[in-house]
């Protein structure tokens, strides 16, 4: 058996057992990528995507079809990449360097020491795997020693790097050491005729510094520019579907808790570890596991960025709000505008983001339930005292219970001191409040066009819950609930569902200055 290193040229066994796993999606497709980039100027990649999302078993794929003197063939016949013309090409013709930068940074002090610990241990694996060939010196330079050891092996290296930003999540504020860091992966990667590929894991995009471009060779791939990756993010729709249908299980409710991560070439995307939870525990739930990034979530609510807790009302009632991403900094320290929070949390996985519409959104349940418990970490107890209550409103309006309605209605206005109430717009943020749970059964739209106008919410039953009736709602502010109603009717909103075949309620609102109270009407179609 041949001998294999821990950092260089490792076991290939993190990849064998992934493949004995019960449930494996084939993600080798990946592979055709890196081929095709491999001593290229675009051998420098990038990925960056949130926690559970597949990053450290692709890297460990990687370095198992890479890694040199070992056979991983019986581990790649039957997967897509083994189709491919390059499969042969490149397999297992290497050497390979794996560093899990969160390991080697838990065992070290500062970025100094953390430097130094890579470098004795690349050294060691050197002197044990070549040591007829070569041993290292410990005061030489680790770029020399990597380049002796190509220069008499005559072995181009692929770098594999997990978790690369880890030291941007431990050390936040620490500019000098941020910097110390990119300066040491710049000395080792950039422009070195040794590397054949460079493979970076993480869950931010590189940092900017300015004029510090340090690692501007590196094309990225990230959650909101995947780009030709895409479909390695996650799971896609037709992955879930086949996996649903074998282990007999509800792909609508699949949908529901873990689909909404979207990407313009592929479309759904799926959590895939939450995916596979589910499958093997036969149990739907919020399988968000606590990592520094959750407990970070309500330190950034408690920010309050003017307008954001606005803006997260409009996507926890199922809307999406269209952002200036361009801005972010990729750390979680620098915000200027609530705009770069929502960033943050999109490579967080909070939040999905549409490139082309370039709108954040709020991808399922199981992030609803996140952001749910963050936001009893706030401040905003107006928001959670809402929730609470919107399902019991829903279930009122359906029934067409227009006292209850009005009264719960009240109770979350008063709940929402921060806004000026004084027109229709802060009426329509309290019903986005009041009528959080609709997200559940509904895709809803603003000032849609229906008939002769615009109707100012409509509620759409999802395609799973068509058991429900639609919702054309018309807010008034010191008018009247049946000066809503005889708009709806007069301006014919209800055309806009035409397509729709079950019950219409038509919702007017009204709040009245002078009792301030809102008033209700609900009439079935």
């Known amino acids: 058996m041949s001998k294999t290193g821990t950092y260089l040229n490792p076991s290939n066994k993190g990849f064998a057992e992934s493949l004995r796993s019960e449930i494996y999606v084939d993600k080798s497709g990946l ?256 399988y968000w596991t606590r990592t520094e990034t959750y407990e970070a979530l309500s330190i950034y609510f408690n920010m309050n960025f003017d307008g954001l807790k606005d803006v997260i009302i409009q996507l926890l009632s199922g809307e999406k709000k269209k952002i200036n991403i361009g801005n972010f900094s990729n750390d979680m320290v620098t915000f200027k505008t609530y705009e770069d929070i929502l960033t943050l949390l999109i490579h967080l996985g909070y939040l999905g983001y549409n490139t082309k519409s370039m709108e954040v959104f709020v991808p399922n349940k199981e992030i609803f339930d996140e952001f749910e418990i963050a936001i009893k970490d706030t401040s905003w107890k107006e928001i959670i005292n809402a929730i609470s209550i919107s399902y019991d409103l829903l279930k009122a309006t359906w029934r067409g219970d227009t006292k209850t309605v009005a009264q719960m209605i009240d109770c979350v206005h008063d709940e929402s001191s921060h806004l000026q109430y004084n027109n229709e717009n802060s009426l329509s943020q309290v019903i986005d409040s009041a009528y959080f749970s609709a997200k559940e059964f509904y895709d809803k739209i603003r000032e849609i066009p229906a008939g002769k106008g615009f109707a100012d919410i409509v509620f759409k039953p999802k395609i799973n819950h068509i058991d429900k009736p639609a919702m054309l709602v018309e807010l008034k502010w010191d008018k009247s609930a049946d000066s809503a109603i005889k708009q709806i009717k007069n301006k014919k909103y209800p055309k806009v569902l035409n397509d729709y075949k079950g019950n219409i309620l038509l919702i007017g609102i009204n709040y009245n200055k002078k009792s301030k109270k809102h008033e209700c009407i609900i009439e079935k179609v």
């Open 31 to 286: 592979i055709s990528y890196t081929n095709r980039v491999l001593n290229t100027e675009q051998k420098y990649v990038c990925v960056s995507r949130p926690r559970r999302f597949g990053k450290t078993m692709a890297a460990k794929m990687l370095a198992a079809y890479y890694v040199r003197n070992r056979d991983s063939r019986e581990m790649f016949t039957n997967l897509f990449i083994a189709n491919d013309k390059s499969y042969m090409e490149h397999l297992n013709k290497y050497n390979v360097i794996f560093l899990d930068m969160q390991q080697f940074l838990s065992e070290s002090n500062d970025i100094c020491s953390m430097v130094a610990k890579i470098k004795n241990k690349l050294i060691r694996d050197i002197t044990k795997l070549y040591s007829d060939l070569y041993v290292p010196s410990f005061d030489d330079d680790l770029t020399d020693i990597l380049h002796e050891l190509y220069t008499i092996t005559d072995v181009e290296i692929v770098f594999i790097i997990d978790e690369w930003d880890c030291v941007f999540r431990k050390h936040r504020t620490d500019k000098y050491a941020q910097e110390d860091y990119l300066d040491f992966l710049r000395t080792i990667l950039k422009t070195k005729d040794y590397i054949a590929l460079v493979y970076m894991t993480g869950i931010l995009p590189i940092k900017k510094y300015g004029d510090h471009s340090a690692l501007n060779m590196f094309d990225e791939f990230s959650m909101t520019d995947p780009e030709e990756l895409a479909e390695f993010v996650g799971f896609t729709q037709n992955e879930v579907i086949r996996l649903c249908k074998d282990y007999k299980r509800d792909y609508s409710t699949m949908v529901r808790w873990y689909d909404g991560y979207y990407f313009t070439d592929i479309g759904a995307v799926f959590n895939p570890r939450s995916v596979v939870r589910s499958i093997l525990s036969k149990r739907y739930k919020n």
